[in-house]
């Protein structure tokens, strides 16, 4: 039922279906008017052909011509709606029948039997009558003539009609009009379905692909063409993903500016401090008396620790501001990013490195320095490689940054939740420059995992 999930066939389906109840209940409302038309029309039909056939049988009884009456009940029996018709004096015996097997009988032995003896007032007044049964099959009329100028010389015409035909016709009408309204209501589903698919469904999937391509670093989304709700919505995004990476690149550019402050602020001022106080440090010890060795030890300490305070600060003010501090550049921060995981992973680290200062300015070195350095680490971290080799290289117009090493490849998180906060940033980094990262493995000898950042030159 996964085709149900869409928007698309609910609304298709929700119309489908309920197009279908009415023409059901115009079915039913149909048959019910048609079947009420039928009756009426039967009934003042009956009325009318009894009415007739008592004025003309009175005519010919008068005459006496009795063939002439005959083959007028022949006449009525011809009408695919008569069941049975007679023509009885005030005695009951039958003169005249649409069946010859009932003439000259008594009208009780007859199956009008019953609607006789119901209706025998009618020949005491002379008014037609007519009835139909529960069931509204059965249509019986009686109408009363005289068949001599003597008052006395009274007799009826009784005619059952059956509509059970004539109501299934009426049903079937309805039912063929329902199935060419259910034809057309499928034909017009169907072109409501192709109608939604071209202008909402295929638009709300490039719409939804302008979202996911929005989390990518392949700059800005595109706008979805048109002036209706969806190319509005796709607009007001596009507008909306602007300013967000507007932000976000104020952001990242102030906090890469505070973190250089303060590295700066560190090396400039703590260090040197620091600096200073131990050489203070060295020259007290070798003031101090030796005969005191608990002093001495105690000076050798504070000069040791003072030492080693000044490494750490250092190494802060390194990894705070690791491009520009003391007149070092990208190719000496990246040689530091080697020697760090070949002292803390034990990972043989190598560097090719082309100089690529004139095609990028001091903040997207930063900001390309620490997208390297967050591939090392991971790579270091969850690869577990012997070797690894960073390599920067000009490639056209574009910046080309690889990380390549003889680990296992990289696994992406299945959830964006399962990102680590370093993957995060370095996301936010490459959006910063518009940069793209491939990930691939080569096969060989030996299978090696590259992880490919490119920098358009137009965002260097």
């Not at 009826?156 to 009609?161: E, H, P, T």
């Not at 507008?239 to 102030?254: F, P, S």
């Not at 680590?420 to 691939?440: I, P, V, W, Y």
Request: a negative charge; glycine letters at 6%; one cysteine or more.
């Amino acid at each position: 039922m996964n085709w149900f999930r869409s928007i698309q066939s609910r609304i298709t389906a929700s119309v489908w279906l309920f197009g279908l109840v009415i023409i059901l209940f115009n079915n039913w409302r149909n048959q019910l008017w048609l079947a009420n038309r039928q009756i009426d029309r039967m009934t003042q039909e009956a009325m009318d052909t009894g009415s007739r056939l008592a004025g003309l049988l009175q005519h010919l009884s008068r005459r006496q011509q009795e063939r002439a009456a005959e083959l007028e009940m022949a006449y009525v029996s011809l009408s695919p709606d008569v069941d049975l018709g007679l023509v009885c004096n005030k005695e009951g015996i039958v003169n005249c029948a649409t069946h010859m097997r009932w003439f000259h009988m008594d009208v009780l032995q007859t199956p009008l039997a019953a609607e006789w003896r119901a209706h025998t007032a009618a020949l005491a007044n002379m008014e037609p009558a007519f009835q139909w049964d529960s069931d509204r099959k059965k249509l019986f009329v009686i109408v009363p003539f005289f068949e001599t100028y003597e008052a006395s010389s009274r007799a009826a015409v009784l005619i059952r009609y059956d509509a059970t035909l004539a109501l299934a016709k009426v049903s079937e009408e309805a039912w063929v009009e329902s199935t060419r309204q259910t034809a057309v209501l499928l034909a017009s589903s169907l072109l409501l379905w192709f109608v939604l698919h071209e202008l909402v469904t295929r638009r709300v999937h490039r719409v939804v692909d302008i979202l996911r391509s929005s989390i990518s670093s392949d700059g800005m989304p595109r706008v979805l063409p048109g002036r209706d709700e969806l190319s509005l919505i796709s607009q007001e995004f596009a507008g909306a993903v602007d300013k967000l990476r507007i932000a976000e690149n104020m952001v990242l550019d102030a906090a890469e500016k505070e973190r250089r402050k303060i590295g700066r602020d560190l090396h400039d001022d703590l260090c040197q401090r620091l600096s200073a106080t131990k050489m203070k440090a060295e020259v007290v010890l070798g003031m101090l008396p030796e005969n005191d060795a608990r002093v001495h030890e105690l000076a050798e300490q504070m000069t040791a620790e003072l030492a080693e305070s000044t490494v750490i600060a250092r190494g802060m003010a390194w990894g705070l501001s690791p491009v520009g501090i003391e007149g070092q550049g990208l190719k000496d921060g990246l040689e530091n990013v080697c020697r760090f995981a070949e002292q803390s992973y034990d990972v043989r680290c190598s560097l090719d490195y082309t100089d690529v200062s004139a095609h990028l300015t001091g903040s997207a070195q930063e900001l390309l320095f620490r997208i390297a350095q967050e591939l090392v680490v991971n790579a270091c971290k969850h690869s577990k490689p012997g070797h690894l080799t960073i390599t920067l290289r000009m490639e056209g117009d574009q910046v080309v940054l690889s990380v390549i090493h003889d680990g296992a490849p990289f696994s992406e998180p299945e959830e964006p939740r399962g990102q680590g906060m370093g993957l995060h940033l370095m996301g936010q980094r490459l959006r910063s420059l518009s940069a793209t990262l491939e990930r691939t493995v080569e096969q060989g000898a030996r299978d090696f995992s590259v992880a490919i950042v490119r920098i358009p030159s137009n965002k260097a």
